[in-house]
């Protein structure tokens, strides 16, 4: 390893030393890490409810800021979104939402945390229906609430009512 002098206090120093080990000179300005670059998207609706946009979709990070983008809007789509109506990975749908983890009055998702109609992997609302299902009605492999469709329970109120609901659709639908 070859060796220099120090150009403060003569000692011997490795031409890789980044300072001087006898009296701690710099000799070297330590690399700075490049920045990080951050990458994301997003687009508002120019149409405005409340001043609100009708439409905002976002997904990542804020490219000058580094900050989560979040969509807002009464539809908002995004990794993160709140609003009205969302699509999204994490979310809040006041009247509805639909993603991975979502809550909302009516919520469709991995986990989804409704008031009224939850349907999910986990799933809560009066009506509930999922693998795991907490509610007042409940359908799901483990059902917890006031009447329970599940493995372990067959509440014939609840058969009844998961049985009209499922004919209800299917009248929707149509032949």
């Known amino acids: 390893m070859p060796l220099t002098k120090c150009p403060e206090c003569g000692g011997q120093v490795s031409e890789d030393a980044i300072a001087c080990p006898h009296c701690g000179h710099p000799l070297k300005v330590a690399e700075q890490p490049p920045a990080r670059r951050y990458r994301g998207w ?38 993160f979104a709140i609003g009205l109506i969302t699509i999204a ?50 359908l799901g492999q483990f059902g917890f609430g006031k009447y329970v469709w599940s493995m372990m329970h067959k509440d014939a109120e609840a058969v009844e009512y998961f049985v009209t609901l499922w004919n209800s659709i299917k009248a929707l639908l149509g032949p």
Do not use: E, M, N
């Open 89 to 138: 990975q994490f979310g809040v749908g006041l009247l509805f939402g639909f993603g991975q983890f979502v809550a909302g009055a009516y919520a469709i998702g991995q986990v989804a945390l409704a008031v009224k109609f939850g349907i999910g992997q986990v799933a809560t609302g009066y009506t509930a229906i999922g693998q795991i299902a907490f509610g007042w009605y409940t």
């Open 42 to 79: 997003q687009w508002k609706s120019k149409a405005r409810v409340l001043d609100v946009p009708l439409v905002h979709i976002a997904w990542g990070r804020d490219p000058q800021t580094g900050k989560l983008l979040v969509a807002k809007g009464v539809i908002a789509i995004g990794q």
